[in-house]
């Protein structure tokens, strides 16, 4: 090619970019779809196009692309006659309809047929509302018009019906064409599944993960069907699903199989719920459902179903998973009758659901909402309680019961908040556990115990053994034991000086993990003790196969010792039981000569009380301490034995 030649080629092209460029900049700035017929000189030969310009907009009507569609026509020469308009949507992937200026239906192309199952014969005459799925409100039809008489055009989703009968969702752009005149002359609807503006669109109002309507379109719906039931008198409710503890389930295997549960929930959904509700995901593990013309009893059988269904295993990558779940309910109007008052009350009452234990479904009721803001200002509390280090720890004393000398004491946390005053534990451990925090805090006080026995010993103290509550939670971290030796290693403590207390019920949830932990707690030297112990299912036969010392006997058994046979009997076979399986008793809760005196006729060896000590400050506590050169305390724990 001689340099001439060069020229004229780059010459042709950068003509042929300018023209294209100047199409797009009218349909940029007209803001209309243009369509015209161009030819593109392709240097071996000239094509000849049909194309169409689609400018896409974002919320705020503010262009942020154009699409350009542009189909072949043919080679000149081949197809002598410009390219009409019906040849260009003949051609098109998209459904195109055209209408006069009242609304009548001009004419469709072929995809319009291919996605409505309608050929032209059957809409030609005819109005659009023929495709109307019924699951529009006035409102949304009246807005649409709106938009296209003071924009010139209309673009959203919208839930339409084939011949068949079935509802699609499609992605509808309506342009309003005007003469010279200004009047609308004819109106061009394009809609279709296969561009990449509708992709697009599409990735925008839906969850990636899923496939279902995301939170922005979740709200855009519900506000139709609020404005729809209010016109009808119909009946609403929204249905927030959201799994239970699921990040224990990203936390143990990992967020693919998270990702993966989430998507299997999402198709045990929609095969759940029929097309007439609206399953969308709200975000992280809560999906919602937009219920339409139920009554409570039915959605009260629909929600009981939902947890149902979800509840049967999921299997994912060879585990066998729970789909549990909790549902919080709204009911229009009297719940709320804007979109957000709808999902904020069901959300109250998910949160209720809960807090009640989860797998299970609340409506929401207005007195809620007071319960939420306590948990809520408790929560919050707790969290700054936790960051400004609010905690105190207290020691209940315990005293050996036949020569009364003190043997041990069990740490105890004590939270005076400066907003909420004296917050009893029994409140805030429950609270602590709702809001994800135990393990924190836990952490927080075994260090804080650590460092207050490595205190007392280089202040040449001798102290008892302290016993440490262990959360269930805790025992689910996979390095507990090596955290555990690690803070003792670096505040040189020994692990005869500390005993780890747990309940029955944390053993019992996963008691082959427990055992093995245990061993390996006891293998560092570190005693174990059973809290609470005869409040739970858990058998003696099940714990005697554990490295355990000791067995603390609860206080309602003992409180029941003056009046109560069955409790006697009751210590007495614990205690019996324990000793032949080679562990120690503690019993909680002595208040009376008379429950001391039963307990000691039982050989029970060690208790605490309000009959000996009332829980002490730390330095109250260490005046207790037997005075170096004094008898020791007995701050070794005795050897576990296991039973096989
Ligand atoms: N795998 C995965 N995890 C997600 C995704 N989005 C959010 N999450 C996680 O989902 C969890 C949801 O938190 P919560 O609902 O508070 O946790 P939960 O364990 O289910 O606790 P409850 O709802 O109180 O039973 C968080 O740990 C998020 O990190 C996602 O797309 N994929």
């Given at each position: 090619?001689?340099?001439?030649?060069?020229?004229?080629?780059?010459?042709?092209?950068?003509?042929?970019?300018?023209?294209?460029?100047?199409?797009?900049?009218?349909?940029?700035?007209?803001?209309?779809?243009?369509?015209?017929?161009?030819?593109?000189?392709?240097?071996?030969?000239?094509?000849?196009?049909?194309?169409?310009?689609?400018?896409?907009?974002?919320?705020?009507?503010?262009?942020?692309?154009?699409?350009?569609?542009?189909?072949?026509?043919?080679?000149?020469?081949?197809?002598?006659?410009?390219?009409?308009?019906?040849?260009?949507?003949?051609?098109?992937?998209?459904?195109?309809?055209?209408?006069?200026?009242?609304?009548?239906?001009?004419?469709?192309?072929?995809?319009?047929?291919?996605?409505?199952?309608?050929?032209?014969?059957?809409?030609?005459?005819?109005?659009?509302?023929?495709?109307?799925?019924?699951?529009?409100?006035?409102?949304?039809?009246?807005?649409?018009?709106?938009?296209?008489?003071?924009?010139?055009?209309?673009?959203?989703?919208?839930?339409?019906?084939?011949?068949?009968?079935?509802?699609?969702?499609?992605?509808?752009?309506?342009?309003?064409?005007?003469?010279?005149?200004?009047?609308?002359?004819?109106?061009?609807?394009?809609?279709?599944?296969?561009?990449?503006?509708?992709?697009?669109?599409?990735?925008?109002?839906?969850?990636?993960?899923?496939?279902?309507?995301?939170?922005?379109?979740?709200?855009?719906?519900?506000?139709?069907?609020?404005?729809?039931?209010?016109?009808?008198?119909?009946?609403?409710?929204?249905?927030?699903?959201?799994?239970?503890?699921?990040?224990?389930?990203?936390?143990?295997?990992?967020?693919?199989?998270?990702?993966?549960?989430?998507?299997?929930?999402?198709?045990?959904?929609?095969?759940?719920?029929?097309?007439?509700?609206?399953?969308?995901?709200?975000?992280?593990?809560?999906?919602?459902?937009?219920?339409?013309?139920?009554?409570?009893?039915?959605?009260?059988?629909?929600?009981?179903?939902?947890?149902?269904?979800?509840?049967?295993?999921?299997?994912?990558?060879?585990?066998?998973?729970?789909?549990?779940?909790?549902?919080?309910?709204?009911?229009?109007?009297?719940?709320?009758?804007?979109?957000?008052?709808?999902?904020?009350?069901?959300?109250?009452?998910?949160?209720?659901?809960?807090?009640?234990?989860?797998?299970?479904?609340?409506?929401?009721?207005?007195?809620?909402?007071?319960?939420?803001?306590?948990?809520?200002?408790?929560?919050?509390?707790?969290?700054?309680?936790?960051?400004?280090?609010?905690?105190?720890?207290?020691y209940q004393p315990q005293t050996a019961?036949?020569?009364?000398e003190l043997v041990g004491a069990e740490a105890?946390?004590?939270?005076?908040?400066?907003?909420?005053?004296?917050?009893?534990?029994?409140?805030?451990?429950?609270?602590?556990?709702?809001?994800?925090?135990?393990?924190?805090?836990?952490?927080?006080?075994?260090?804080?115990?650590?460092?207050?026995?490595?205190?007392?010993?280089?202040?040449?103290?001798?102290p008892p053994r302290i016993s440490i509550?262990?959360?269930?939670?805790?025992?689910?971290?996979?390095?507990?034991?090596?955290?555990?030796?690690?803070?003792?290693?670096?505040?040189?403590?020994?692990?005869a000086a500390i005993c780890?207390e747990?309940?029955?019920?944390?053993?019992?949830?996963?008691?082959?993990?427990?055992?093995?932990?245990?061993?390996?707690?006891?293998?560092?030297?570190?005693a174990?003790s059973?809290?609470?112990?005869?409040?739970?299912?858990?058998?003696?036969?099940?714990?005697?196969?554990?490295?355990?010392h000791e067995?603390k006997?609860?206080?309602?058994?003992?409180?029941?010792?003056?009046?109560?046979?069955?409790?006697?009997?009751?210590?007495?076979?614990?205690?019996?039981?324990?000793?032949?399986?080679?562990?120690q008793?503690l019993?909680?809760?002595?208040?009376?000569?008379?429950?001391?005196?039963?307990?000691?006729?039982?050989?029970?060896e060690m208790g605490q009380?309000?009959?000996?000590h009332?829980?002490?400050?730390?330095?109250?506590f260490?005046?207790l301490f037997?005075?170096?050169?004094?008898?020791?305390p007995r701050a070794s724990a005795?050897?576990?034995?296991?039973?096989?």
């Amino acid at each position: 090619m001689s340099r001439r030649q060069i020229y004229a080629h780059f010459d042709r092209h950068s003509q042929q970019a300018r023209q294209m460029r100047a199409r797009d900049l009218e349909a940029v700035e007209r803001t209309v779809h243009s369509e015209s017929a161009e030819e593109i000189d392709l240097g071996y030969r000239q094509v000849r196009l049909a194309a169409v310009r689609f400018p896409i907009f974002d919320e705020a009507g503010r262009i942020t692309a154009l699409c350009t569609q542009a189909t072949e026509l043919g080679r000149p020469g081949l197809q002598a006659t410009a390219p009409s308009a019906a040849d260009a949507m003949g051609r098109a992937d998209e459904g195109v309809m055209i209408t006069d200026a009242r609304g009548v239906i001009l004419t469709v192309n072929a995809a319009f047929t291919r996605i409505t199952g309608y050929s032209l014969q059957d809409v030609a005459g005819k109005l659009p509302s023929i495709l109307q799925s019924g699951l529009h409100s006035q409102e949304f039809y009246e807005r649409l018009w709106l938009s296209l008489a003071e924009h010139g055009r209309w673009q959203g989703e919208i839930q339409n019906r084939r011949k068949s009968g079935e509802i699609f969702p499609e992605w509808l752009t309506i342009y309003a064409v005007k003469g010279a005149d200004g009047e609308v002359q004819s109106y061009i609807a394009i809609f279709g599944d296969s561009s990449a503006r509708q992709c697009v669109e599409f990735m925008t109002m839906h969850d990636g993960l899923t496939g279902l309507p995301n939170r922005k379109l979740l709200m855009e719906r519900l506000s139709d069907c609020i404005a729809d039931a209010r016109r009808r008198r119909d009946s609403l409710a929204v249905m927030l699903i959201d799994l239970d503890n699921f990040k224990d389930i990203n936390d143990s295997l990992g967020h693919d199989v998270g990702d993966l549960l989430l998507q299997q929930v999402a198709e045990r959904l929609r095969r759940c719920l029929c097309d007439a509700h609206t399953l969308a995901r709200a975000g992280g593990d809560e999906f919602a459902v937009i219920v339409r013309s139920l009554t409570i009893d039915e959605i009260r059988r629909l929600a009981a179903h939902t947890l149902d269904y979800l509840s049967g295993s999921f299997c994912i990558r060879g585990h066998e998973l729970s789909g549990a779940a909790s549902i919080g309910i709204s009911l229009f109007p009297e719940d709320g009758d804007t979109a957000t008052g709808l999902l904020q009350n069901a959300d109250t009452a998910l949160y209720e659901a809960k807090a009640q234990g989860r797998n299970r479904f609340r409506f929401f009721a207005a007195e809620m909402q007071a319960l939420v803001q306590q948990r809520m200002t408790l929560e919050a509390g707790l969290r700054a309680a936790i960051d400004n280090d609010r905690f105190e720890v207290v020691y209940q004393p315990q005293t050996a019961l036949a020569g009364g000398e003190l043997v041990g004491a069990e740490a105890l946390l004590r939270w005076k908040d400066p907003v909420l005053g004296d917050v009893p534990a029994a409140r805030f451990i429950p609270a602590a556990v709702e809001a994800g925090l135990i393990v924190t805090l836990s952490e927080q006080v075994l260090a804080k115990v650590l460092s207050r026995i490595a205190l007392w010993r280089r202040q040449g103290l001798m102290p008892p053994r302290i016993s440490i509550n262990v959360a269930a939670q805790q025992l689910r971290e996979p390095h507990f034991v090596e955290h555990v030796c690690e803070l003792l290693e670096t505040r040189g403590v020994p692990p005869a000086a500390i005993c780890l207390e747990l309940t029955e019920g944390s053993l019992m949830e996963d008691l082959e993990g427990a055992s093995q932990m245990l061993s390996r707690l006891t293998e560092h030297g570190i005693a174990i003790s059973i809290d609470d112990f005869g409040t739970g299912y858990s058998s003696l036969a099940y714990l005697g196969r554990l490295p355990i010392h000791e067995l603390k006997v609860d206080q309602s058994f003992v409180r029941g010792i003056a009046g109560e046979a069955n409790k006697r009997s009751i210590i007495t076979a614990i205690i019996d039981m324990a000793h032949a399986l080679g562990m120690q008793v503690l019993a909680e809760g002595i208040e009376t000569e008379d429950q001391l005196a039963f307990l000691k006729d039982q050989h029970c060896e060690m208790g605490q009380g309000y009959l000996f000590h009332r829980p002490l400050s730390a330095e109250a506590f260490e005046r207790l301490f037997v005075p170096c050169g004094g008898p020791p305390p007995r701050a070794s724990a005795p050897a576990a034995r296991v039973v096989s």
